[in-house]
C-alpha cells in the first residue's frame, strides 16, 4: 500500500487513440452551452446600456441597472461553471482514470502469485489493461478477465488490449455483475473502477432498491475473492455502503483513500483483504492514502 505511483511517460495522444473519452456527449453538451453562455456574456458587455435601457421598461430607477448587471454576471459565471464542468469530466474520463487504474494496481503487494484477476464493470479497459500490463511485468502466467453487461464492449474491450500488447493476457465476457458466473473463492484479485455506482441507477440512485442492488455486488464481488484475495474498488458517491458491507462481511485490512474529485464528485479509492480463516479483527478503517 505504501507505493508510490511512478508517473505516467506515455503519450497522451497514443492513450486518447486507443481508449477515446468516455462520456464525450456529455462533454460536447456542456461545451456548447458553455459557449452560448460566453456569446451571451459578450453580448451583455458590449450592449450593455442598450440592455440597461430594456431593464427600465421592467423596472425603476436604479434597480434595472442592477437587474441588468447581475444578470449579464449570472450568465458569465454560467459560462465559467459549464467550461469547468466539461474539463473535469474530461479529465476524469481519461487522464484521472488511467492514473487511478495504476493507483489501484499498486494497492496489490504482490502480483507475481496472482493467477486469476476479474475487472468487474471493465468498459474500455483502462483499470483491465493496467491489470494485464502489470502480469506481463511481472513475467506471470496469471490472466484477468473483463466483465461487463454489454457484449458491444467487450469485443471492444478485447480491441484495446490488443492495441495495448496484451491480449493474450485478458479474456471477457458479458455477465450480469449482481449474479457473477463464477465460483465462490476463484480470484485472487478482483478490482472495480468507478462502476459500482451505476448498479441500480434505474431506480433511482438514492432509492432502497439501487443501495440493495449495489451492496448485492460487493457480496457478489467477496463472495468470488479467494480467502488472503485482494479487493480493491475506485467509485463514487457510495463509498461508506460498501465500507459498511464489507465490515459485515468481516473483511480485514479495510482501507480508504483520501477523496478525489471525479465526475463532479467525491471519489474514493477502497481496498479490502478477504480473511484466510474467520478470526474477526477490530473493523478498523485505516486512511492512509494521497491521491
Avoid at 12 to 18: D, E, S
Avoid at 74 to 83: D, E, G, K, P
Avoid at 126 to 146: F, P
Avoid at 202 to 230: C, M, Q, S
Amino acid at each position: 500500500m505504501g507505493k508510490t505511483m511512478a508517473t505516467s511517460s506515455r503519450d497522451w495522444n497514443q492513450i486518447y487513440a486507443i481508449y477515446g473519452v468516455d462520456q464525450w456527449q456529455t462533454i460536447v453538451f456542456l461545451l456548447l452551452h458553455a459557449l452560448f453562455f460566453t456569446a451571451l456574456s459578450i453580448f451583455y458587455l458590449s450592449y450593455f446600456e442598450s440592455i440597461c435601457s430594456f431593464f427600465e421598461l421592467l423596472f425603476s430607477g436604479g434597480s434595472a441597472r442592477f437587474a441588468a448587471g447581475f444578470t449579464g454576471c449570472v450568465t458569465a459565471i454560467s459560462a465559467f461553471c459549464l467550461f469547468f464542468a466539461a474539463a473535469n469530466i474530461f479529465y476524469s474520463s481519461l487522464p484521472l482514470h488511467y492514473e487511478m487504474a495504476l493507483r489501484m494496481v499498486n494497492a496489490v503487494s504482490d502480483w507475481s502469485t496472482v493467477k486469476h484477476a476479474l475487472d468487474l464493470g471493465c468498459g474500455r479497459g483502462i483499470l483491465l489493461n493496467a491489470v494485464a500490463t502489470q502480469l506481463k511485468k511481472e513475467g506471470s502466467s496469471g490472466r484477468v478477465v473483463g466483465l461487463d453487461r454489454s457484449k458491444r464492449t467487450t469485443l471492444a474491450t478485447l480491441r484495446t488490449a490488443k492495441m495495448e500488447g496484451v491480449g493474450e493476457y485478458v479474456t471477457c465476457r458479458e455477465g450480469d455483475v449482481r449474479r457473477l458466473p463464477f465460483g465462490d473463492n476463484y480470484f485472487d484479485v478482483v478490482v472495480s473502477g468507478v462502476f459500482v455506482h451505476t448498479v441500480g441507477k434505474e431506480h433511482g440512485a438514492r432509492t432502497a432498491e439501487a443501495a440493495a442492488e449495489r451492496i448485492r455486488v460487493v457480496g457478489e464481488l467477496v463472495r468470488v475473492l479467494k480467502p488472503g484475495g485482494t479487493g480493491v474498488v475506485w467509485d463514487l458517491l457510495h463509498v461508506p455502503e460498501y465500507v459498511r458491507r464489507l465490515q459485515e462481511l468481516k473483511m480485514e485490512d479495510i482501507r480508504v483513500s483520501e477523496g478525489v474529485t471525479a465526475f463532479m464528485v467525491s471519489s474514493h479509492i477502497v481496498s479490502f483483504t478477504k480473511p484466510r480463516h474467520h478470526f474477526v479483527g477490530s473493523g478498523e478503517v485505516r486512511l492512509d492514502w494521497r491521491c
